[in-house]
């Protein structure tokens, strides 16, 4: 039995484009990793798992229940963290997390006091005051309080800062050691690369890649400045997968797909005054990566 | 049902309507106030009110040989205490108890619970009966000892009764009216604009009907016209047809607004 099995499932508004045949399988304890920029289809996937949109045409299951007429059994296995946190204001986050629990019929335990000690959070506090990355803590700690067996987190790092985005992903890690499915939206790279085990790309509505994390890593791309002493001639690179190079005056500036320590050894051979090696967003991978390839879908 | 959903809802419209209960309380209790006074001289008000043009006096239900009786004043102003301020308050708490969740975004917290559509909307459903029918006792209750201390219980309280019951069915039918209104909109929003407009509307429909003969059409357009003011009729009593339209047509709302909810794109 998969965890999720979507059969070309497909989203119109109107006219307008949501997801064109969307179709994956997510096995039971995997990791899921759901990447793709702003506007790609990512929450609209989302939205139709959890029954708040229905399907224009195919089909979807989670844990076997039908995504259509099987809202409420999949809703009490599954937990959500979503994008954009928006919860009762006037209520407190003790009282937004007891009314989420009484919804499961669980009482808030050691479980749950574990996850509220491990975020750091304020239960007396009102929604309405909360920061958005408080805001998010609440939504990771009620979308784990009835112990879910498969979470769908919806771009869940936004607004968290680097420690308790950390904290969150050994809280991810230890769940699914524990056997929790992970289904895992995001557009940073990076965090899909350093939880996932496989991951889908979609553009555009279509999933245009699905792979394991390892391809995956071969095939990212870096964006590579560096900037040369004064009055050095600039000697162009011998390695492999450099695209996409601008100049200006003594600065270079390229895109870099391929083992970075080959790259590293070229560039030693250069008189360099200053380097930064950084993450390309995901609109520009897609960019150059997928331009030729927007309308093939791999299984 | 949900009973978690009913009792969040039922609190978190407790203030509106506790402050539409007591602005129908302060306005039946100041209205039957000057009711003895006005008996006292009811021939210089017979005087001044004579000089208006009739059709006035029966587009603003003034009928004053009624005055005589406390239930023939209490019916003048009744229409503007019960179907017009509670109507208008039932319409927007019916737009409010959906439309809220849309607007706030909180859908996506609620929908993504363990509780059906069906559940949320017969929750959200007896939340809008329970305010609408407390708001109703609340007047009834208003009016039976407003109208008992000024005329020493000299009246028919089974009329009174049913009057009252006319006029909650009247609000719950503008309350379910404002809810499906809201299950069908793409994206809901509270219409409070509208809410009043219908009421108000419906309202002019039926003062329109009562003054002209050539718009009789429109009694099929206003639940106003199916509401029986007649208490000081000796037969006056619950009539099968009345109950049956404002219950049939509350009644098809519930079931629509239940069938159009089941597939409804929540758009956020």
């Known amino acids: 039995m998969f965890a999720i099995e979507t059969k070309g499932l497909t989203k119109y508004y109107g006219k307008s484009r949501g997801i064109i045949d969307i179709s994956f399988q997510i096995k039971e304890g995997e990791i899921f990793g759901f990447i793709g920029p702003n506007g790609s289809g990512k929450s609209t996937t989302i939205r139709l798992l959890l029954s708040l949109l229905f399907p224009s045409s195919g089909a979807g299951k989670i844990f076997n229940y039908d995504i259509v007429k099987d809202g409420p059994k999949i809703k009490q296995m599954v937990g959500f963290v979503p994008s954009e946190v928006n919860y009762y204001e006037k209520m407190t986050v003790k009282e937004l997390l007891e009314y989420s629990a009484r919804f499961y019929k669980v009482t808030l335990n050691h479980h749950y006091n574990r996850l509220v000690d491990a975020l750091d959070l304020d239960l007396t506090r009102k929604i309405d005051d909360l920061s958005m990355g408080n805001k998010k803590k609440v939504a ?99 390695t492999q997968g450099i695209i996409s190079t601008e100049k200006s005056k003594n600065v270079t500036t390229f895109l870099y797909q391929g083992k970075m320590t080959a790259l590293l050894k070229d560039l030693s051979q250069l008189p360099i005054e200053k380097i930064t090696i950084t993450e390309p967003d995901l609109e520009e991978v897609f960019m150059h990566y997928y331009q030729d390839d927007s309308r093939k879908e791999v299984n | 049902m949900s009973f978690n959903l009913l009792i969040k809802e039922l609190r978190s419209n407790l203030k509106g309507t506790i402050i539409i209960s007591l602005l129908v309380i302060l306005y039946i209790v100041s209205t039957l106030g000057i009711y003895s006074v006005m008996q006292e001289n009811m021939t210089k008000i017979s005087d001044l009110y004579s000089t208006m043009p009739e059709f006035l006096m029966e587009a603003l239900n003034f009928r004053l040989n009624q005055w005589n ?142 003054i002209s003969d050539k718009f009789q059409f429109l009694l099929y357009f206003t639940p ?45």
């Open chain 2, 69 to 210: 009786s406390v239930l023939g004043f209490y019916i003048t102003y009744f229409v503007y205490y019960v179907p017009l301020i509670v109507g208008c308050y039932s319409i927007f708490l019916g737009t409010k108890l959906l439309s809220k969740e849309e607007q706030n975004k909180t859908a996506e917290f609620l929908l993504t619970r363990p509780v059906s559509r069906e559940q949320i909307i017969s929750s959200k459903l007896i939340t809008l009966f329970i305010h609408v029918l407390g708001i109703n006792i609340i007047a009834f209750l208003a009016g039976l000892f407003s109208c008992g201390i000024v005329s020493d219980w000299d009246f028919n309280i089974k009329n009174l009764t049913v009057l009252h019951t006319y006029g909650f069915l009247m609000c719950f039918f503008f309350g379910v009216l404002g809810f499906f209104i809201t299950v069908l909109m793409k994206r809901a929003k509270a219409i409070i604009g509208i809410g009043i407009g219908i009421v108000m509307g419906t309202y002019f429909f039926d003062m329109t009907i009562r």
């Open chain 1, 140 to 238: 990771v700690i009620q979308s784990l309080i009835h112990k879910p067996r498969l979470l769908i987190l919806d771009e869940p790092t936004s607004g968290l800062d680097p420690l308790i985005q950390n904290r969150f992903f050994e809280i991810l890690k230890e769940e699914n050691e524990k056997g929790v499915t992970i289904f895992f939206s995001s557009h940073v790279l990076s965090e899909v690369e350093k939880l996932c085990h496989r991951v889908a790309i979609i553009k555009e509505g279509r999933i245009v890649n699905e792979d394991n994390i390892s391809s995956l890593k071969e095939k990212l791309l870096y964006r590579v400045t560096y900037q040369l002493r004064n009055e050095t001639k600039d000697v162009p690179l011998q």
């Open chain 2, 224 to 268: 106003f016209k199916y509401m029986d003011f007649g208490v000081l009729s000796k037969v006056y009593g619950f009539e099968a047809w009345r109950l049956l339209v404002f219950i049939g047509a509350s009644g098809l709302l519930i079931m629509f607004s239940y069938v159009f909810y089941r597939k409804k794109d929540i758009l956020i």
